[in-house]
């Protein structure tokens, strides 16, 4: 999961953990060491272990390599779409802080606010590609299926199974990275484009500071 200093003010038990893909049997090390003062110690060099799977599983997989390399493309994938989904939550966050000093720039406000407004519908954009129309869902109408829908699934019946992964499970994961690119490189192309452009007028207006700006 992206990086988050927010700490809950009481325990969650249901809230689950950060956690990796199960690994597969086989030989592993484990070592420690300290942190003190700024200085890392060894404490205890690599030592060897052998990782058994529990003869306890009703439908073992029968690659369990390939089981686990499937789960690691499915983590990677989750990975890049919740950094996608924290970039659009800062440029959200950036474009709020911009439409209040737009407000305050001793100029006619009108091309700065069309530029604002423009970046803010390509946001909107985006952000039904990724997850769909909230409004649809909403109103329970019907809807295609998204990319940040069909990983979701995926992760969530691939976390901690033994089992191999369905043909289900393999083609939604195709069909989410197939789609989730061309999503990608127009969140790219708004935050390294279309928001620099916007700032690069801010500052030539003298507007005040902007997060990131």
């Given at each position: 999961d992206a990086i988050s200093l927010r700490k809950p003010s009481f325990y969650n038990p249901f809230a689950g953990t950060t956690?990796?893909?199960?690994?597969?049997?086989?030989?592993?090390?484990?070592?420690?060491?300290?942190?003190?003062?700024?200085?890392?110690?060894?404490?205890?060099?690599?030592?060897?272990f052998n990782v058994k799977a529990l003869n306890n599983t009703v439908l073992p997989a029968a690659d369990r390599a390939a089981k686990v390399t499937f789960?690691?493309?499915?983590?990677?994938?989750n990975r890049s779409m919740e950094g996608a989904a924290n970039t659009i939550r800062e440029l959200d966050n950036k474009l709020k802080h911009i439409r209040a000093a737009i407000k305050m720039v001793?100029?006619?406000?009108?091309?700065?606010?069309?530029?604002a407004n423009n970046l803010d519908k390509k946001l909107n954009d985006?952000?039904?590609e990724l997850y769909g129309d909230r409004l649809k869902s909403r109103l329970d109408?019907?809807?295609?299926?998204?990319?940040?829908?069909?990983?979701?699934?995926?992760?969530?019946?691939?976390?901690?199974?033994?089992?191999?992964?369905?043909?289900?499970?393999?083609?939604?994961?195709?069909?989410?990275?197939?789609?989730?690119?061309?999503?990608?490189?127009?969140?790219?192309?708004?935050?390294?484009e279309d928001m620099v452009k916007l700032e690069e007028k801010l500052e030539e207006s003298n507007a005040p500071y902007t997060p990131g700006r």
């Open positions: 956690q990796g893909t199960l690994v597969a049997p086989g030989t592993y090390t484990v070592s420690m060491s300290s942190y003190f003062n700024g200085e890392i110690k060894t404490v205890v060099s690599p030592v060897s789960q690691r493309e499915v983590e990677e994938l001793e100029q006619p406000m009108a091309a700065l606010t069309t530029d985006i952000k039904r109408m019907s809807a295609p299926p998204t990319p940040m829908g069909r990983l979701g699934w995926v992760l969530y019946e691939q976390k901690n199974t033994t089992s191999t992964p369905t043909k289900t499970h393999r083609e939604s994961f195709a069909i989410a990275k197939e789609e989730f690119a061309p999503i990608l490189a127009k969140i790219r192309a708004v935050a390294d």
